[in-house]
């Protein structure tokens, strides 16, 4: 599958912003989700995994922050990030693998170019 982001941009710190992934083909029911970041010389984080039952999880550093959905009819994973700090900053990325009988593995095998979130304090 291929993936797309968008949405990413300069905000000050409590700001809000909405990332975008599109795929190629459907993705509920048939690819778990992820939007993973990595920011300048740390280690890339998982930031919101979708699971094989539809239920989210979300890295602890962002709950009740970030929301993430999925747009059926646009093959769409969408990001609502809120309360935006300066250790957001980072580029996100979103990651796909096909959905098995046995769930999701978090062996991601697509991935998109990423896009670029800048939060100022």
């Known amino acids: 599958v291929h993936l797309v982001e968008s949405g990413g941009g300069a905000v000050q710190a409590g700001g809000s912003l909405t990332l975008s992934c599109v795929a190629s083909?459907?993705?509920?029911?048939?690819?778990?989700m992820a939007w993973f970041r990595q920011a300048a010389g740390k280690e890339r984080e998982a930031v919101v995994s979708?699971?094989?039952?539809?239920?989210?999880r979300y890295a602890d550093s962002v709950k009740g922050r970030f929301t993430a959905s999925q747009n059926t009819g646009k093959n769409t994973l969408r990001l609502q990030m809120n309360s935006l700090k300066p250790e957001d900053t980072a580029t996100y990325y979103c990651?796909?693998?096909?959905?098995?009988?046995?769930?999701?593995?978090?062996?991601?095998?697509?991935w998109g170019q990423g896009t670029q979130v800048t939060v100022s304090s």
């Open positions: 990651a796909a693998e096909p959905l098995s009988l046995l769930g999701c593995d978090e062996m991601y095998n697509s």
């Open positions: 083909e459907p993705i509920i029911r048939n690819y778990c």
């Open positions: 979708t699971q094989g039952d539809g239920t989210i």
